[in-house]
């Protein structure tokens, strides 16, 4: 191991450079990782385009990434002792949290009480030094164990798949539910994959274009947003009933207008999209019907539940991989990835 890596560094908004930069050391309870396989994620674009100033990051110069697969080289004091070796294949998730207040004590710790305190919570790739580099200094609390069936770049994609799942569990899926995704991306696609595994007997994905025909070859039914009215294609295609869950992927106004319009009574819309403008609902239907609507953020153990679904292909993450790049080209990759004539799913970096 060399003591130099190449690193991602985005300098101000949109401009970005590959540095060499001093490999980081591992503290207590923090693991060395070599990166392998980093995804690029939604996030990681509006966070390079400037588009939360001042919290993602909390400053420029910054290291983006925080979807990413690797194998332990060095361990920090406390970390041998947890079982941790070096050479183990890892994947990882953005938060590493405090562990100890009391969302964290319920096993919440996506909604930790000490965000962003510096010492106890940290989000990589948001408001600390994230994983487009060769190399990457995790949590204990953030890695977990890939199993030899599953690639690296596989393993890059088990961060969103267990969003994906959380969404779906989000949900209160029961057994024979029909489920919609409204939101055709990865997020949706793989929390199609999620609904099944909670018990969902139909999932019908709304969307358009190659990513709703994506949907199509995966086997979900599909709504596709420009040949008319989603919300009554919903209707006719569950009898005028509408659906028992929707899982609000897209994160754009009209769709979370559509999916609470799409939900049958007594139906839940669990939504992980994040609309950047303010949304208008009707609040009558939601009190005469008794909808319910909740928020779905990253995950929350779901990382452990989702690797054996990854692993035996009932979450197809493999089938969303379109593209591959070296870190080099990593202005190329975020080009193709922000092109929605590029046929893009998720992207690979390789550093």
């Not at 919290?55 to 925080?66: C, N, Q, R, V």
């Not at 559509?258 to 009190?287: F, H, S």
Request: charged share 20%.
């Amino acid at each position: 191991m060399t003591d130099t890596m190449q690193a991602l560094v985005v300098l101000e908004p949109n401009v970005l450079e590959i540095q060499e930069k001093p490999v980081p050391e591992p503290g207590p309870g923090e693991v060395l990782a070599r990166v392998r396989s980093v995804a690029i994620c939604g996030t990681d674009a509006h966070l390079i385009r400037g588009d939360y100033p001042g919290f993602w990051p909390p400053a420029f110069p910054f290291t983006p990434g925080h979807e990413w697969a690797g194998d332990l080289v060095a361990l920090g004091p406390g970390t041998e002792a947890l079982g941790w070796k070096v050479g183990d294949r890892v994947a990882g998730t953005s938060h590493n949290a405090c562990g100890v207040c009391q969302k964290c004590v319920e096993g919440r710790y996506n909604l930790c009480e000490n965000y962003g305190k510096p010492g106890l919570h940290a989000q990589y790739g948001h408001n600390v030094q994230g994983c487009d580099a060769t190399y990457v200094v995790h949590g204990v609390k953030s890695v977990f164990r890939l199993p030899d069936s599953i690639s690296y770049d596989e393993g890059a994609v088990i961060d969103p798949a267990s969003i994906a799942l959380h969404v779906a569990r989000r949900g209160n899926i029961q057994a024979g539910d029909t489920v919609v995704v409204t939101g055709a991306g990865a997020i949706g696609l793989l929390a199609g994959d999620s609904a099944r595994i909670c018990g969902a007997a139909r999932v019908v994905v709304v969307g358009r274009g190659y990513r709703l025909a994506k949907a199509a070859e995966l086997g979900f039914e599909t709504v596709d947003t420009t040949a008319g009215d989603p919300v009554a294609a919903v209707r006719a295609l569950t009898g005028g009933l509408g659906a028992d869950v929707v899982l609000e992927c897209a994160g754009v106004p009209e769709t979370l207008t559509w999916g609470m319009a799409m939900l049958r009574r007594g139906g839940r819309c669990a939504m992980v999209g994040i609309p950047t403008e303010d949304v208008a609902l009707r609040i009558q239907p939601l009190v005469l019907d008794e909808l319910e609507l909740v928020g779905s953020r990253a995950s929350a153990g779901e990382m452990r539940r989702v690797l054996p679904f990854v692993a035996d292909g009932r979450v197809r993450v493999s089938e969303l991989i379109t593209h591959r790049f070296p870190l080099v080209e990593f202005e190329k990759a975020l080009a193709t990835f922000n092109d929605r004539d590029s046929g893009a799913m998720k992207i690979i970096v390789n550093p």
